[in-house]
């Protein structure tokens, strides 16, 4: 099983830019869907997005598309979320997770196996 460490997070102004990376120790990698999730306090985890194990298809939630891209990069077992036009309620924890039986589509955080620890991402406005 593969354990995974998010960093990238931080403070930033409303309309900047983050990327979150999530490193993946273990050689299995390649065997894992990946997604991001976020959680602001008071509220459930919810999703934010995801690539399959080849990295050639990817899902976004509604309220991040066209400003948040996932990419992984297999050589690096690293899966990234690029974050641009950030606003103050993308305010949250955010985590990654790895599933081995997710398949697109497939938000629910049940179905992800591991996670990482969180990387706080802060928005002021």
């Known amino acids: 099983q593969v354990q995974l460490v998010e960093s990238g997070g931080g403070l930033v102004q409303a309309g900047g830019s983050l990327r979150l990376s999530c490193v993946a120790s273990g050689r299995t990698f390649s065997s894992y869907a990946v997604g991001w999730f976020r959680q602001a306090p008071g509220k459930e985890r919810e999703f934010v997005a995801q690539?399959?194990?080849?990295?050639?298809?990817?899902l976004s939630a509604d309220s991040v598309k066209g400003r948040f891209t996932i990419s992984r990069d297999s050589a690096k077992n690293t899966v990234y979320l690029q974050m641009n036009s950030l606003k103050p309620e993308d305010t949250a924890v955010y985590y990654c997770?790895?599933?081995?039986?997710?398949?697109?589509?497939?938000?629910?955080?049940?179905?992800?196996?591991?996670w990482g620890q969180g990387t706080q991402v802060t928005v002021s406005s």
């Open positions: 997770a790895a599933g081995t039986r997710v398949f697109l589509g497939i938000t629910s955080p049940r179905a992800y196996d591991v």
């Open positions: 690539i399959t194990r080849s990295g050639g298809n990817t």
